[in-house]
């Protein structure tokens, strides 16, 4: 049972430029989180943001969640081609009360250089 | 070391053979996930727990099996391989708050079964 689904399935762009990429969900959350993975690699936690906030910052990452469209979005900003990965949102259900998340597809995203 | 490994890192194996995969943190953290990661559908959990000897199943359980006697290991077991379960398979862990619940990944078992 899916939760989140991200748009693009792919994306690429030059370095130097910036990278959005969105997450929808279709019921009600207590956080939602975006991971990076690696190619080969697991996935390393980005960022959380939780229901009751809007808009969160950690170095060039910038996210926003939108609870009443159910939307969230990943800015990377001056993309490096370190960016090159695949980037999955996670939400946390709000009738969960386990730590129990619930993983989109993906987006792909490349760096070009 | 300090983290979440997993291992093996590599295994091939044959159908009906069965299978354990393993998975340790050094962070006692109460719980424990195991998804596989198969083009096409993501991460999608197997079995979770949330302490020791307290499982779960998650969205994919059938043809595995859990265990969780100590804290910092959770291995899961394929009973009897069959080829729809070639997959990465990740292990996570997360310290059980419903604040900042987010997981750690170990660095994923790439499991081929012939």
């Known amino acids: 049972s899916q939760q989140g689904e991200e748009d693009p399935q792919a994306l690429s762009i030059q370095e130097g430029e910036n990278a959005t990429m969105n997450c929808s969900y279709k019921t009600s959350i207590n956080n939602l989180q975006w991971y990076r993975q690696n190619s080969g690699r697991g996935l390393v936690h980005l960022i959380l943001i939780r229901s009751n906030e809007r808009e969160k910052h950690s170095g060039r990452l910038r996210v926003t969640l939108d609870t009443s469209k159910k939307s969230s979005s990943l800015l990377i900003t001056a993309s490096r081609a370190a960016d090159t990965a695949s980037y999955f949102c996670?939400?946390?259900?709000?009738?969960?009360?386990?730590?129990?998340?619930?993983f989109g597809k993906g987006t792909r995203l490349h760096i070009l250089p | 070391d300090a983290g979440i490994t997993q291992s093996p890192r590599y295994k091939i194996t044959e159908t009906g053979r069965q299978v354990t995969l393993m998975c340790h943190q050094t962070?006692?953290?109460?719980?424990m996930f195991w998804y596989r990661q198969d083009l096409g559908h993501g991460l999608r959990l197997i079995y979770y727990?949330?302490?020791?000897?307290?499982?779960d199943k998650g969205e994919v359980p059938d043809g595995y099996v859990v265990s969780r006697s100590k804290t910092e290991n959770f291995p899961l077991t394929l009973e009897s391989a069959t080829r729809s379960q070639t997959s990465v398979y990740f292990c996570a862990s997360s310290a059980a708050s419903l604040v900042r619940n987010e997981q750690f990944f170990g660095p994923g078992t790439r499991l081929t079964v012939l």
């Open positions: 727990s949330a302490a020791a000897d307290i499982t």
């Open positions: 962070w006692s953290h109460s719980y």
């Open positions: 996670a939400t946390h259900p709000y009738m969960n009360r386990d730590d129990k998340i619930i």
